[in-house]
């Protein structure tokens, strides 16, 4: 589940036009290990936007996240944003997830094309209640912890 940096990268070149075209704002926040190409990536795809803010602050600007495979994932979900898992290259979904990209309120979508992307994103703007709880434990996370290693001890 690990994207290549030719598939980021190809990735970056498609949001880039579907930004232009759709008049969509993305905003790419790479991975820490990129950052070193952070500038070169505003300069080429000058479409997006690009940020190194932390990912609780990106969380409450955004109303979908759109991933491959990272735990961009599992944070989204616990700050109740849904999540696309986009796999252009039809080899890894990172968890359970909706393909009715016309079905609205999931919290997990998974698409693997230009149009199926654009379709689900304006599904998750246009659903109202989306439902998480197949996704994430309730609780507060102190409490978790302390029933789970109850049980296990």
Do not use: Q
């Amino acid at each position: 589940g690990v994207e290549m940096y030719y598939e980021f990268l190809d990735n970056l070149k498609l949001f880039n036009k579907i930004a232009k075209e759709h008049n969509l704002n993305f905003l790419i926040k790479p991975h820490p290990s990129v950052n070193k190409c952070f500038d070169d990536l505003k300069n080429t795809f000058k479409n997006l936007e690009f940020t190194k803010k932390s990912i609780d602050k990106i969380l409450k600007k955004v109303f979908v996240t759109i991933s491959f495979s990272s735990t961009v994932i599992e944070d989204s979900l616990y700050s109740k944003t849904p999540v696309i898992l986009l796999d252009r290259w039809k080899r890894y979904k990172h968890c359970k997830s909706e393909e009715n990209v016309k079905r609205r309120n999931s919290a997990v979508y998974y698409v693997n094309n230009e149009n199926d992307l654009i379709e689900c994103i304006n599904t998750v703007r246009n659903s109202e209640n989306i439902s998480f709880e197949d996704y994430i434990i309730p609780g507060d996370v102190k409490t978790n912890i302390k029933n789970l290693a109850g049980r296990i001890l």
